[in-house]
Every structure is written in structure tokens, then in C-alpha cells.
């Protein structure tokens, strides 16, 4: 890495951490800790929200696997951007109503039993959990290659910078990291698809002509079947995509941050433009490195082809294009982490330790110390997992945490909002379904098990589909269904309470 390229490491860095100081100013309570105060307004926490949700995998994985693939990357890209229509429709008002620090908070309104509450903390750290390895991998292999260090330093930079934003800037740092990262990462985006199309003289049409024959596949880039030709596997994988995002729990802990339903509702408007003009250019990238950089040459900087739009921003741009891109990954990685921290020590300090230890009588000073320490403790264990998966293909854990959150969140927030005989028999039923289901199936899968020596274990799947999501989802809400009519009757009264909240935001 060049000079200018550590710069522009270091004046990431530097701004980052200089915005968490000035947070770290206004962070005195739990509720400055875990929701900034509620203080956001909506298009802050519109740019935060997409900040967030625009990881690493979103930025380099989608521009690699359309560079590669074509139309069979594009899938992705589909299914992100359509799961907020799912989140604007049916999660954000209801869950800012009923919610105060975390989707237990949300549940436990209509439930207020001790056994739901850790059934959806239990869920929440298992999704922060394999996300946060993914990342962490991620990183570590993104940060080697590009500064030339040890994969195991990569790691502990990036976790210790994580810590730090969450530690003592809370909610609100992290908010303004994700913010910075969301522009930094827009700019990056426009001007390397505006240079692609400046290639093909701004005409779409000769775009698509050209890729016809840029790459291995032919036309068939252009059409479904590249990589995916399991049409039920793939079926799969877009419903974990489509429903898994709004049961994310570091997304969902985004609506606290504002301090209404309509502010919330306005946040998911301007998180799905940003995220649908990104994942529109993401096609610009994608096409643009399978033309001016080639497969070969991506496959050999990354199998996974996630080099890819660095190696298209140097073959535009030059060296200092692509440190500019390089910094803006890292960034991008750094904004997700610290969300994702920041959701687990939520769900250990409020929920397990404030809520269910302590029965809600703890102090404004111990619920704040062991929100931090819940902080360190999540990102040490993360770390430490992390640093032992270098060579674990961690794609699955990926695709696992948007399927957990679909198989055993979603069926859970819907039925407590929308359906009046569920009780807490149905609550524990969906969320344990859900949870043991989709991570028994990903077990079984080929993911984990291949003939070939190719995945972790050597040997046949018993389960032959990549994602379980097709059948882990219905389960979760089969489960929630059955639970209900078999457990005790649920209070009428609660139900009328909760749907007046949901849609009104009364008290």
C-alpha cells in the first residue's frame, strides 16, 4: 500500500474517532448508550440505517459476484434491496411503538414473561454472533492483502477500533461512523460507475452488448444459471434475504434511535433510496471488472472474487482511486462491527442482566457499566472466534444470520403484532424452532460437508440445500401457530392494548 493510501486509512481513522469523542461527551445514560437518546432525526437515521446495512459482503461481495457471475449476483442485490419494503411495511411503525432499547423490549410488551425475554436475547447474540465472525474474517483477509500484515493483526485492529466507538461513544458514534462510511461509501460508488460508463459512452445499451462476449459465460452472463442451478436452492437464499432483514436485530435496533413511529417510518424511506441506488450501481461495478479487469485476474487477487472493485477503481482510476475505495471498505467494515457490537451488549446488559437478574431494579450507573462491559465481552469473544475461523469459508455464516433472523425473529414480531390467540407458549415455540432448525439444517448442509475436501468437513450433505431458509421459516411460524393453540389462552385485553400502541404509539 502506498503513502496515499495509508492516509487515507488514517484520515478515516482519525475522523471516526474524533466523532466518537464528541459523542462520548453526551453519553451519560442507558438510553443515550443504546438509542443516542432517541435524538436522530429521520434522515440521520436514514444514512445510518443504510450505512449499517451496507456491510463489506454488500460492497465487495456483490460487486465481485456479478463481476464473475453476472445476472446470478444480481440475486443479491435483489433480495437486500426488496427486504426494506418488507421492514417499512410490516416492522418499522409497530416495532417503534411497542420497543424501547431492543426487539425483546418490542415481544415482552405483549409477553411479560422472563423465558421470552431470553429466548429473544439468546436469538439476538447467536445472529450477532455469526455475522460478526463473517465480518471479522472478512476483514482480516481484506486488511492483510491490502497493508501486507498478519491476518491475526487485521483482526485485533479491527476489533479493538470497533470496541472503542461502542465503549464510550455508544449509540451516537456509532450512528455518525455509520453515517460517514454511508457517504464516503455513496461517493466511491457514483464515481466509479460514472467512469464505467464513461467507457461505454454512457450508453446502457452498449454496455449490455459488450458483456455478451467480455467474459467465460458468454450471453449466458446475461442470464440466470451462471452460478445458481439449483432453482429451489436459490428460492432459498432469496427468502432468507427478503425476510431475514427485518428480523436483523442491529437493524432493528436503529428504530430506537428516534422519537416517534412516523420518524421511523421516514428513517426506512431514506435508507431504501440509498440502498436502492447503491445496489442499482453495484451493476456498474460488477460489469465494469468482469470488462476492464477480467475474471482471471479477479479470481487470482480473491476466489471469492471480492477484490474486484479495488481492482476496477485501480484500473480506472489508478492507485490513489483505489486507496480511496480500499479506505472506504475498511470503514465500511468498522460501521457494521460497531453495530453489531453494539445490539449484543444490548441484548446481555438490558435484557439478560437488567431484565431477568435483576428484575428491572437496577440503576441508571450499573445498567450503563454493564452495558460497556457486555461491549468488551462481546467484542473479545467475537475476536477470539474470529481468530480461529481464518480458513473457515464463511459464506454461510452470512447467509445463516439473515436466515435465523427470518426463521425465528420475523414469525415472532408478526405474531405479536398481528395475531391476536398467539401466547407465550407460541413465542417460545417459534423462536426455538426457528433458531435450532435453521442451524441444525446449515449443519447437515453443503456448506459444511463435500466430497471433493472443498467445504470444512469431507463427505456427502444429508441436506442438499446451500441456505435452509425455504424450510427453516416455515417452521418458525408453523411452530408459532401450533404453540398458540396448544398453550394457555392469551389475554384478549393485552392483545387490544398492544394493537392500539402498535399503530398509534399511545402509552
Known sequence: MSIVGISFF????????F??????????????????????????????????????????????????????????????????????????EPLRNLGRYTLADMITARFDQKKVR??????????????????????????????GIDYWVAVLLV???????????GMAATSWVQIIKAVLLMIGTVIISVMVLWKFNFNIIEMFNTMKTATPHG???????????????????MIALVLGTAGLPHILMRFFTVKDAKTARSSVVYATWIVGIFYI??????????????????????????????????????????????????????????????????????DIYGQIIKKGKVTEKE??????????????FSIILALGAQTMNVAFLVSLAFCIAASANLPVIIYTIYYKKFNTTGALAAMITGLVSALVLVVLSPNLWNPDGSAIFTGTALFPL????????????LAGWIGSLVGAKSDARKYAEVTVKANTGLK
Open 19 to 92: 466523532v466518537t469523542y464528541l459523542a462520548s461527551k453526551q453519553t451519560n445514560s442507558a438510553s443515550e448508550f443504546y438509542t443516542a437518546g432517541g435524538g436522530l432525526t429521520g434522515w440521520q437515521n436514514g444514512i445510518a440505517i443504510a450505512g449499517d446495512y451496507l456491510s463489506a459482503a454488500s460492497f465487495l461481495g456483490i460487486a465481485g459476484a456479478i463481476a464473475l457471475f453476472g445476472f446470478d449476483g444480481f440475486f443479491y442485490s435483489i433480495g437486500y434491496l426488496v427486504a426494506y419494503l418488507v421492514v417499512l411495511y410490516i416492522v418499522a
Open 466 to 477: 446451500t441456505n435452509p431458509a425455504i424450510i427453516s421459516v416455515p417452521l418458525g411460524f
Open 159 to 169: 476489533g479493538v477500533m470497533m470496541t472503542i466507538y461502542v465503549l464510550w461513544g
Open 10 to 17: 488514517v484520515a478515516i481513522v482519525g475522523l471516526t474517532l
Open 367 to 380: 445498567q450503563m457499566k454493564a452495558a460497556r462491559l457486555a461491549s468488551i465481552g462481546v467484542s473479545v
Open 118 to 147: 431470553g429466548a429473544a436475547a439468546v436469538s439476538t447474540i447467536t445472529i450477532v454472533l455469526f455475522y460478526m465472525i463473517a465480518q471479522l474474517v472478512g476483514a482480516g483477509g481484506l486488511i492483510q492483502l491490502l497493508l
Open 281 to 350: 450501481l453495484t451493476i456498474f461495478l460488477g460489469f465494469g471488472a468482469a470488462a476492464f479487469v477480467g475474471s482471471e485476474k479477479i479470481i487470482d487477487a480473491n476466489a471469492a472474487g471480492n477484490m474486484a472493485a479495488p481492482l476496477l477503481a485501480q484500473a480506472l482510476g489508478g492507485d490513489m482511486l483505489m486507496s480511496f475505495i480500499c479506505a472506504v471498505a475498511f470503514a465500511t467494515i468498522l460501521a457494521v462491527v460497531a453495530g453489531l457490537v453494539l445490539s449484543g451488549a444490548s441484548a446481555f446488559a438490558h
Open 219 to 237: 450471453e449466458g452472463y446475461l442470464n440466470a444459471g451462471a452460478k445458481y442451478s439449483n432453482g429451489i436452492d436459490t428460492m432459498s437464499m
